[in-house]
């Protein structure tokens, strides 16, 4: 029997609900590739990937390990190694390009804008600093106030001049990338070389100008910040004259020595951020994360706390440049599970107190359950179902989705879990049609041949299976998932 449902195929997964189209997208991921040279020839770790983040929502990328989610959020953190190479495709952030932004600009935006949680918080942490030192450095070593105000001015003339030269080294790259290929004709590196030729010759008279509109705004800078450091000498050395004069006619010592330090405190303030200021925010955020007694904590070492207090450190830490972008990457896979419920519960109260938008990485659909406004689900380096966490659950479409659904064990449920077969594809050699063939009970003769579009279920959920196809047999998801959703609807019924 056919399937009688006609979907509409679409370029992209985009969410265009009218609820969703009045919600500001603070991160545009756009048909992203990203491969990794190795000895063996490239692995496609990611293919095509497309993704908007909203203000204030918690998406969750879920896939098997290998399925490329990992690979990119480390590419809109630019903490890709060495060794991988963007194909294609965009992260746009704040009108900008994270793909072609130089490492000087990614400065400016890593750990401070967008900020990132790691797997194992043991690793992330130094094991002979002191816990309040680590979480204090960074808000130290940020903290010249003069130093903020000269790259404030000279900061859109240097990321120009940086972002230009690094489309010339792109350019670069890529005749590289071309002439480093074993499959390259000499037609195709001719091409390459006319190519990056001409860009070469377009792209150096606008870095000459960029050079010298740069070094103009850094004498305006130089002049700015000399200017500035003036006033607060001239404001410091005013205020302090009295103070200064009644401590030398020895009125009221204790009080005006008090007063003297206390002004040296506020002048120094006015230049840096102080070690007083950092400590006193350190211990808020802290106690903000969930860390008792701060105070006593604050002068410990990372293994003098459990896994799950490490965990709130690490979380403490992205915390203090107070990001617009929080990414977590499967933060509770080292804890047990009474721990995981209390990190996922303070990561979902932190973004609902500070307004953060939360990008959400694991294997463990039991923890997007728990944690996503949507869902995003991959396998082989695409996303193969995409939609909100009730369409995703309640209306699963991909048999990969159904898969997974199927092997989370579930104290309603009587049927037999059941493990999916066989293992991910070897991306050295990315198949022909839909990566989940060779692994699927459902598998047609078109799905060995052809990889499927992406096709619009409802103007929120969207499946790459040719399932959804108007000509495709009519499939029946899995016993233990329909019944798992009636179980599910039931239960919510009987809530309200």
């Not at 199927?406 to 066989?422: C, N, T």
Request: hydrophobic residues 40%.
């Amino acid at each position: 029997m056919e399937n009688n449902k006609q979907y509409k195929t679409i370029d992209y997964p985009f969410v265009v609900s009218e609820k969703d189209i009045k919600r500001d997208v603070i991160l545009s991921v756009r048909n992203l590739a990203i491969s990794f040279k190795t000895d063996e020839g490239y692995v496609r770790a990611v293919r095509g990937v497309s993704f908007d983040l909203y203000r204030g929502e918690t998406l969750c990328i879920v896939g098997e390990s290998g399925s490329g989610k990992s690979v990119t959020n480390k590419t809109v953190m630019g903490i890709l190694p060495n060794s991988s190479h963007i194909d294609s495709g965009s992260v746009i952030y704040q009108g900008e390009d994270l793909t072609k932004i130089a490492e000087d600009e990614f400065h400016r935006i890593r750990g401070t804008k967008i900020g990132m949680i790691f797997q194992d918080p043991l690793s992330s942490l130094n094991p002979i600093m002191r816990i309040g030192k680590q979480i204090t450095e960074v808000m130290i070593i940020n903290g010249n106030h003069l130093k903020h105000k000269y790259d404030e001015i000279i900061n859109e003339s240097l990321i120009k001049f940086k972002n230009d030269k690094r489309l010339l080294q792109i350019a670069k790259d890529e005749l590289n990338y071309v002439k480093k290929d074993s499959k390259s004709t000499k037609e195709m590196i001719s091409k390459a070389n006319e190519a990056y030729l001409k860009e070469k010759a377009r792209l150096l008279p606008i870095i000459k100008a960029d050079k010298v509109a740069l070094n103009s705004k850094k004498k305006e800078a130089n002049l700015a910040v000399k200017t500035l450091k003036k006033e607060i000498v001239s404001r410091h050395k005013k205020l302090e004259a009295p103070i200064v004069k009644n401590l030398l006619n020895f009125k009221n010592l204790s009080e005006n020595y008090g007063d003297f330090i206390a002004e040296r405190r506020r002048y120094i303030s006015e230049i840096k951020v102080t070690n007083k200021e950092a400590k006193n925010r350190a211990l808020h955020i802290m106690e903000e994360v969930g860390i008792p007694d701060p105070d006593r904590r604050f002068n410990q070492y990372p293994f003098e706390f459990s896994g799950g207090m490490r965990q709130r450190i690490v979380i403490a830490i992205a915390l203090t440049a107070d990001p617009e972008v929080l990414i977590c990457d499967e933060p509770t896979t080292a804890l047990d599970v009474t721990i995981q419920a209390q990190i996922l519960e303070l990561i979902n109260e932190l973004k609902e107190a500070r307004h953060m938008s939360v990008i959400f990485i694991t294997h463990d659909l039991g923890v997007v359950a728990n944690m996503a406004d949507r869902v995003a689900v991959m396998y082989a380096g695409k996303i193969v179902e995409y939609g909100t966490t009730e369409d995703v659950f309640y209306a699963p479409a991909h048999p990969y989705t159904w898969a997974l659904l199927s092997s989370i064990p579930d104290i309603d449920s009587k049927e037999r879990l059941e493990a999916i077969p066989g293992t991910p594809p070897n991306m050295l050699y990315p198949p022909r049609g839909d990566a989940f063939a060779l692994r699927s009970k459902y598998a047609m003769k078109v799905d060995m041949k052809a990889e499927p579009p992406m096709y619009e279920i409802t103007p929120t959920h969207y499946a790459s299976t040719w399932l959804l196809d108007s000509k495709a047999p009519e499939a029946i998801m899995p016993k233990i998932v329909s019944t798992r959703i009636k179980n599910s609807l039931a239960k919510g019924e009987s809530h309200e």
